[in-house]
């Protein structure tokens, strides 16, 4: 089904659960937003502009906030990340903008860049103010893209602004990738994902929701498009491989999470145990605690020093009341039809550094619910079999290779970006790489179309 409308105007969180998650960093005023505004230093040779994978001219969207023209505050960041308002909320901003600000040599607290931005992107959609970005002079060539998460919808920004056609297909109802289902809502409300992802529809991409992409249907639309783009994500979350795991109860961090904000799931049993220690566990566990579970662990089989979570995202964790249990591992999980609790068993290290199970040590950690969040796997497999005469799409443990500069897949008809060639970074991050490979989809038409 194509739609230009991009969802359903009735797609949002349930009350009862947005109630739950209010915003982990509440927005400023403008009596809070122009003296913060006024602390930055407005630096020439910005490390805030170097550090953001999309390149936002941090200092001059700042001092637009600071001079009242919010309006060329919103056009500055959407001209570097037309995700401009969702990575306000949901990037790491501590490790990257805000870690890399001047400030930090005085001592002194980091300009608030992640608020600010998100105080000029609320400003913009509370004016209802035009899209700054204009689709480019048609040029005749058309893109598929696969997938409709933040790579492909930078991509498709990019190629519109050039006069590309761009076909977002998406197996979901939805669009957005992981900042629809797999944010959690603290951090980007599922309205404030979609409500960006309406300006697209201004750029005229044309959407395809319920669309499951196999080979035969690549090729298809390999045969009907100038190019392809790749931003297929990743696959399901890892399983246990331990007995009891089709048990009801048994879940994964990403269902849970996409659960709660698509309207399915709005409760949670009392006593919860997260698997794995990383960011997205991280989400799962907070999210149990305000969906009702009042006894939340966190199980990993290394230290908090091996865990993959950033520091701010475990210390918010333990300030919700969750509770974690380093060295164990799963060996198995208990319950009739449903779950009743985890087996653990304790692990010691070896003088080679590996880690093994504690004789004697195994107990039972007990559970209503079990979320896993131990990675993810790949779902690059149906590239294989790809027919034709173009060159295979290279992988490499499942993730396509690309050239880190355009985007491009050793087939040159086919560009890819975000986590399926990642392996799992930020939004961000995804943003960035959709963004090249657009600008890059861009040259390599103009390339062929000189060339013939």
Request: proline share 5%; with cysteine.
């Amino acid at each position: 089904m194509s739609q230009r409308t991009p969802f359903p105007q009735q797609a949002q969180t349930r009350p009862e659960v947005a109630e739950r998650f209010g915003d982990l960093h509440p927005p400023l005023d403008k009596q809070a937003a122009v003296p913060e505004a006024n602390r930055c230093l407005y630096c020439f040779d910005a490390p805030c502009t170097a550090a953001c994978p999309t390149h936002i001219d941090v200092p001059r969207f700042i001092k637009k906030i600071a001079s009242g023209n919010l309006g060329g505050s919103a056009r500055t960041i959407l001209d570097a990340n037309i995700l401009g308002a969702s990575c306000a909320r949901a990037c790491p901003v501590e490790v990257l903008c805000e870690g890399a600000c001047v400030m930090h040599r005085y001592n002194k607290q980091p300009i608030q860049i992640a608020r600010l931005q998100r105080f000029a992107m609320d400003s913009f959609y509370e004016k209802g103010t035009a899209l700054p970005l204009k689709p480019g002079m048609e040029t005749g060539f058309s893109v598929a893209l696969i997938g409709a998460g933040p790579a492909s919808l930078a991509c498709a920004a990019e190629l519109r602004r050039r006069g590309i056609r761009a076909d977002l297909y998406d197996a979901r109802p939805l669009p957005g990738g992981l900042n629809t289902y797999g944010v959690a809502e603290y951090k980007l409300p599922l309205i404030e994902s979609l409500r960006e992802i309406e300006m697209l529809s201004q750029l005229g991409v044309d959407f395809h929701f319920g669309e499951m992409i196999d080979a035969a249907a690549l090729m298809e639309l390999e045969r009907k498009h100038d190019a392809v783009f790749l931003g297929i994500g990743l696959g399901t979350i890892h399983h246990l491989g331990v007995a009891g795991e089709q048990l009801s109860g048994v879940t994964d961090a990403l269902n849970l999470i996409a659960g709660y904000k698509s309207g399915v799931l709005a409760r949670v049993p009392a006593r919860v145990v997260v698997v794995g220690a990383g960011n997205t566990a991280i989400d799962a566990a907070i999210a149990s605690v305000r969906l009702g579970a009042t006894d939340v662990h966190i199980v990993y089989r290394r230290g908090p020093e091996q865990m993959s979570a950033f520091r701010f995202e475990y210390e918010h964790a333990r300030s919700e009341g969750v509770k974690f249990l380093w060295h164990v591992q799963p060996i198995g999980i208990r319950g009739d039809k449903a779950v009743k609790g985890i087996e653990l068993t304790k692990l010691v290290s070896t003088e080679d550094g590996s880690l093994v199970p504690q004789s004697g040590s195994e107990f039972l950690l007990e559970a209503d619910l079990i979320v896993l969040s131990i990675g993810q796997g790949t779902h690059t497999d149906f590239l294989s079999e790809l027919g034709g005469k173009g060159a295979k799409i290279q992988l490499e443990r499942g993730r396509i290779l690309i050239d880190r500069v355009t985007g491009q897949t050793s087939n040159p008809r086919f560009f890819a970006g975000g986590d399926c060639t990642n392996g799992g970074r930020e939004v961000v991050d995804a943003v960035a790489e959709g963004k090249r490979a657009g600008i890059g989809i861009a040259a390599w038409l103009e390339g062929q179309h000189v060339k013939a």
